[in-house]
């Protein structure tokens, strides 16, 4: 197993003993996602590992091709699964496969890592996320189209400063690993924890 994909892999275990602490009320709380619930959120991370690549295709044509859509579509598909089938269907999967396995396990990486943080945030469960799994991650997301990091962090210095990671040019945005991953995410929730001249730049494109 490849470095990224075993951080996938380590990033999904920690996920599944974190959900397992939960109280039922909480898989009903909100979510930085805010139009999904914790249990949403969480269909939502395990619903693309084991579908076929047909299936893929059939979930994306009904989604009229746009992302947001077919995430949707894959959180209703079984609406009334248990916390406990949700939590073993992750264990089940730890180490990424199908559609999370791309660019070496970087989307597992990616989508699990942010989802995490989407549900601890709101339940005012914080962690400090390994180093190395945030360095990848936040390398991943400046160039992953879905999340449209990209487009956030264009004409922006990126400085992680608790991880040693840096990245792009121009005015400059300081903070937290964490911090500047949920913000180039679409986040603002964490712009509070940022500094420097080009974060008012990046809230300014929070709904881009």
């Known amino acids: 197993m490849n470095t990224v994909a075993r951080l996938a892999r380590d990033e999904r275990a920690d996920f599944a003993a974190f959900l397992r602490t939960l109280s039922p009320r909480d898989w009903d709380a909100p979510t930085l996602c805010s139009e999904w619930t914790v249990r949403e ?36 598909r079984k609406p009334d ?41 709101p339940l005012g469960f914080p962690r400090e996320v ?8 936040l390398a991943f997301a400046r160039y992953a189209p879905p999340i449209k990091a990209g487009k956030r962090a264009r004409g922006l210095r990126l400085v992680a400063t608790d991880v040693n990671w840096a990245a792009g040019s121009g005015p400059e945005v300081r903070g937290p690993g ?16 940022l500094s420097g001249p080009g974060v008012a730049i990046l809230a300014s494109r929070m709904d881009g």
């Open 178 to 193: 964490e911090a500047v991953l949920l913000s180039i995410a679409g986040r603002d929730v964490a712009l509070d924890e």
């Open 81 to 121: 699964r248990t916390p406990e089938e949700l939590i073993a269907r992750i264990e089940e999967h730890l180490e990424p496969s199908g559609l999370t396995s791309a660019f070496g396990g970087r989307v597992a990486l990616l989508d699990g890592l942010l989802h995490h943080q989407d549900i601890r945030r």
């Open 41 to 76: 959120v969480v269909a939502h991370v395990v619903d693309y590992d084991t579908q076929r690549f047909r299936d893929l295709v059939g979930q994306a044509v009904r989604g009229g091709l746009r992302l947001n859509r077919m995430n949707a579509l894959g959180v209703a």
């Open 130 to 137: 390994p180093p190395e799994r945030l360095r990848h991650a």
